[in-house]
C-alpha cells in the first residue's frame, strides 16, 4: 500500500526533528528513522495501529512513536499520514487537514 504524507506533517516532521536536534542531534536522526520505519510498518500492516479515539472511525489511526502519535488515514489504496502530534498535547481535531493531493480532511 502506497503512503502519503500531507504537507503538514512533513512539517511537523521537520519541526519535531529540529527540536530534538537543538540538544541531542543523534537522537533527532534515530527519531526520524523510526519514523521512517514506522511509515514502511504502515504501508505491510496499515491497521497496525490503534483508531483515533477523538474521531472514532476506524478508518483514522494512530501510531504511537517515542513521545509522539503519527496519525493517519487508511483508505482503499493509500495511507495517508496526516499529522505527527506530541502525546502529553491535547489534539485539537477542528483543524482541517491537507492531503497531498490537495483534498480537505476534516478531524470533526
Known amino acids: 500500500m502506497r503512503v502519503i504524507w500531507s504537507k503538514r506533517a512533513r512539517e511537523d516532521l521537520e519541526e519535531i526533528a529540529n527540536y530534538i536536534a537543538q540538544d541531542k542531534p543523534q ?39 517515542g513521545m509522539y502519535r503519527l496519525i493517519y488515514r487508511v483508505t482503499e489504496t493509500s495511507v495517508e499520514i496526516l499529522l505527527v502530534h506530541r502525546t502529553s498535547r491535547r489534539l485539537l481535531i477542528s483543524p482541517i487537514i491537507l492531503t497531498r493531493d490537495g483534498s480537505a480532511v476534516d478531524l470533526k
Open 27 to 65: 537522537a533527532a536522526a534515530n527519531w526520524l528513522r523510526d519514523v521512517q520505519d514506522s511509515a514502511v510498518l504502515l504501508s505491510t500492516f496499515p491497521s497496525s495501529g490503534q483508531v483515533l479515539e477523538e474521531k472514532n472511525d476506524p478508518s483514522y489511526r494512530v501510531l504511537l512513536i
